[in-house]
């Protein structure tokens, strides 16, 4: 492969994401609005620019086979402050690649797409959207949005509806942690299946609490190698008592199920960033 | 019922609508972009304003029990021109709603929401979203948000999926019409169930050759009484050849499935005003 | 036929049955625990008997071709009450009517077999139990026990799911109501079709907000004519302002989703003897 | 239409198709195995064939637009006998058919294909085939034959899975009766629909007690308007008791469904020609 | 945790869960109908009691934060014998519970409550009952029981459907063993899982053979280790022919799908007591 | 077990299952429609025997408890070819069966009877047919004869969905493989399950990009080994530049979902005989 475009380079998934995608094509184009993310790996360069912009992401994309969308404000947050990054990102990423004929994007949707599902119920891969905030709603659209580029003009899409990359610190991870190995493994098999027309996968390790479906994405070939019950025996004797009557709880989307719309900071309240731990 | 709120006042459809509901509540506060929608009815006012200026949208919201949100650009159009009314419109109509207690939202949402799906599949209104166009994909982002904002804040809506409301003047139209008394009935079902939750709806006549499947809302109790049927043999006679291989001819969105995305112009091509004949 | 045995001949529906169920056998048994019925009609006869003692009740289907079973406490109530007439009493007239070589048992279910299921589903007959109370459950318990009985021993049963047969004084009514003529017509077909081995229906009127469907009993020819809409809008105007936080409003088991479990009382609240008024 | 070529033309339900196709087109090609059909109507010609010949069926087929497709031995028997006319036969009509660009092949399929379901099912087209006896099999093997020639040839084919056309005496048919009106209105359906890409719909009149689902085939727009109920009363009073062990009374397939493979004369059997008596 | 209550102690299940539920609380009450369960385990204590009496049972739950509610008859009975421990005993469990504001209770439910389902059906935990005997009946009102005292009383609930917890002797256990490792590890999953509301799993080991779906279940991280395959080659071996028509080979519920209704002795026909053994 | 009947065992797949085949019972009885099949196995025994016809395929099954039936055109090719060997073969076989009290039939169907299903789509054993070719539709046809063979007869069947029984150099394969070692390991099963009456399976090893799902067999207890993914490097490595728009890639079925109806040569086109190899 030519050229792969990487968003959200300097974030914490896309960080993980430089190196192997390097190693999967001769130019890696890094972007991000943060102005710098480091050291470049051999084939990366780096590009600033602004999702909600076409102007600065169009260009990036010329002579791209694929992309790899993980920018994005990763939280939920007011609407207004999400239209720009989340959701006109998403539609320039998509009509930008169309205009440049990409072949695919792989994309870092989420749980909170279908966040308000009953934990109970082990959803699949094409329930309808039931989105938990705002943040989840960038997601719904994103994934519709792709559907219909794939549906209208061909232009493939992987969806990774990424359940919890962070740190196994409370029960709820223990079913919906997805490592970063396994991460790496699931944006590669997005990447190296030859068709994929428009999929969505959930983004999970191979936890034995797993609560999520992905049958219907067997082709792609994720199969995780990571289990997050190495914790549970940690993390369950330090959990405060489980409340069954609390959304957070028992629903798929956890903390952003019970939490305010719009509300800053939730993202940054259940997540620490373990690269700096270790 | 003290206040209704009605967006889309000068539509083809908001201005059937105008006086039925006009009758259903003291005041009924009719907006639109246009700056004068004619008569007013008994107990009706009106105010200008446009559904993207978060600042004209929300006053008018004040004191209303419902709102009847049929403002939109009401055609396929390129993202950036639906971004403004179509999108961020409905953010604004469900927060200002949110923001003034508003009890129940009724939504025109539209067939295109699904548009790809293949005519064949006799579609519930519980099927995932596989919009047809960046029209659909408005619709799609609104029913997401419509029952999210239902899911977090209790805030009521009912999606009514019209599937054609013009003249029946094509085969496709045999089986998607919707009339104008149909439509009333069906708003003021809407309106008038005391509880919905979210609640989507095909709004569609009792053709005979009507394709999609209202089972799920029949809680709602509506029973269209008009049947396209009777110009049935005249569209057939008329119909020009068809053809199988055309998305148009094979998917529930019609002519929105064939056209391209973003193509300003098609519902004029199919529609024809007939109210002037008359 | 025969002989057919009905049980709860002094219940509001149960004396709704005599007349129509007496002109369809040479003997009519009718059964209650109360020790008079009034005037038997042509071909009944009357013995009281106690439904929780099988010493009382299993004589009493020698000879019977059918059983029409409505004999039961209509209301929710402790445990302790139902236990006796509500889950024992539906053993011994299976067990009895097995040994006695009966060939049908038609049964008085309820809609509160299923109550806690969301109004906003379309709930089939053979969705999962979801009971509303001691009530409910015993419904359950005597739709399991006919399922098993047919899958056992070859003894047929008719399970109807009566949702409402009452005045239609409340907006939840006007989905769930169930005419008389249409409980006589429901229980006619469920004697007169030939095959059934184990069915249930729901037992409802052709109310425009019918909430339920029976589509999987359709071979019984059910095809009720009365329609609850004729009530609405003298209903819709009186009724109280909705609450869809309130189960009551949200479920299929109306005020039997809220209400504390076992608390006795909650019929007569709801229900108004129309019997009395004309 | 130019031309309508129509099988089976001398057959019980072939000949109450030929006057109203005879007006559908300027040609009607009849043909049967028979050597005379008696007086042609205006627009029909008529030419003795075999269908097991493709040498004698593939001029037929020249310019024609559509096929019906009714010729075959309706009964079952032994696979050696059906093996020519129904087997053969079928795909000499679907390769003639191609090879001529006959747009469209409607085709009078059978319950008999999916026979072994039980009845209380309330089966859609789209349900896995389980026929009942080899005549049952030669419809599933139709019906995949036109399906495959629609999804890899584009030839387009309606396949009516007819009930029972014939008298209504035994209670099957009380649920599963075709009225020739309706026969009509179903094939009429089954051409006029412009476009209908590969399409199964049960032919059934609109009776109480139908026991199978059309919602799929909702779009051709096939509204049955006789219903057997007239003649519920006299069959029931007349019926033998009714066995709950027995298949061919717990089955859709009726008789066929307890008859022995291959046993010919079943059909004689059940079916009284009621044009005779007339 | 503070104190698990076990039920059914002495019984052959019982028995295996003293020890590790004695380790995962400071006080382990273990009850039973016979008066001597032998040496306590460390922090338990025992209390013989009868299901069936409410007055012996409301003390016991007193402070208690779970109960393992395994007590019952074990075998297919009469209902009149199983009237008492198995369904008046599961109602004393759960109101005694909800009295004393216990948290969860964790039932050993069984296969045979859907023991009349088709093995080659591979049922999921939320298929509709189909009891395969009075013991299975039971089963089932104590789920549909659990079921309702969590969604009206928020009292929640693990069913455990076991499929046979003996030793593999026979070729159904290939599929439905149940191993004690694996016990202990499902009812541990059962307790320790935070939330869990109302949940049915299947009881059955790693099993190349496992005929039963527990994805829905997949939230609880419940992995079996143990395969019955071991044993495959002795059982096959020294197995009887088989017979296609036999419900005992064919249904889920085995040797429960083909015996008389009520036949006491079941159980032990086909279980050897492997304790006795080692 | 006393004589199993192998066909086709001259061919690629049964060539491999002679052996395994000979070991399971007294007599292995091959025959083909070659006249020589080499070496013979111990208790082995060779007929030369053309399918198509009766007089030579019934004498073979006399006293046999078991069929393997694999004998076939493997190949897509016009249906004048495949008719005597595919159609008319599989009649005689089960009517040969029937005749002689033959217990079961192990039958080689194929992905093909359903490989116009999208490849996204992870189908079960389910499904309606979907054929890509005549090839396809003979196994859709055995199949359906098959079914009907159990349910009216009383004749168990076992059809095994063959995905890809050959050398992985396409990405296709890389999910579709099944190795010779899990070929004898599910024919092993299909003949080792006591009672099977009439299943369906896929024949797949255990890939990671698996895409097919054969839960509903699960009771047959196959668990393949051999994983396809070892090779997925350099088959990936060496493929050419993918097309979404070829059915070829999208659906299940691969090149036969793109060929042209009939056209011989497929199978050689795609298959390296690896035997030759080794």
Chains 1, 2, 3, 4, 5, 6 share one sequence.
Not at 108 to 136: L, N, Q
Not at 254 to 269: I, K
Request: charged share 25%.
């Amino acid at each position: 492969m030519k050229k792969i475009v990487l968003t959200g380079a300097a974030g914490r998934l896309g960080s993980y994401l430089r190196e192997p995608l390097s190693k999967m094509c001769d130019t890696l184009l890094s972007t991000d609005i943060v102005d710098d993310i480091g050291t470049l790996y051999e084939g990366e360069t780096f590009v600033q620019a602004d999702l909600a912009q076409m102007d600065e992401i169009k260009p990036l994309l010329e002579g791209a086979d694929m992309v790899v969308h993980f920018g994005a404000i990763v939280d939920e947050a007011p609407f207004e402050q999400l239209w720009g990054p989340n959701f006109v990102g998403s539609y320039n990423i998509w009509e930008a690649g169309y205009r440049h004929g990409v072949r695919r994007i792989v994309y870092a949707s989420s749980i909170h797409a279908v966040g308000m599902y009953p934990r109970r119920e082990f959803i699949g891969t094409d329930v309808a959207h039931r989105p938990d905030g705002f943040y989840g709603l960038a997601k719904c659209f994103t994934e519709d949005l792709g559907r219909m580029y794939w549906e209208k003009r061909g232009l493939e899409s992987v969806h990774l509806r990424i359940l919890s990359a962070a740190q196994v610190n409370n029960p709820r991870a223990l079913g919906t942690w997805l490592s970063y190995d396994d991460l790496i493994q699931l944006v590669t098999r997005a990447i190296d299946t030859p068709t994929v027309g428009f999929t969505v996968a959930y983004g999970v390790s191979n936890n034995d609490r797993c609560p999520v479906d992905n049958a219907n994405a067997s082709f792609l070939g994720y199969r995780p190698k990571d289990n997050a019950e190495e914790f549970a025996e940690k993390v369950l004797a330090e959990a405060p008592e489980a409340d069954p009557t609390d959304p957070a709880q028992m629903c798929h989307g956890g903390p952003f199920a019970s939490v305010d719309l719009g509300s800053s900071g939730l993202a940054q309240m259940n997540v620490v960033d373990d690269r700096k731990k270790s």
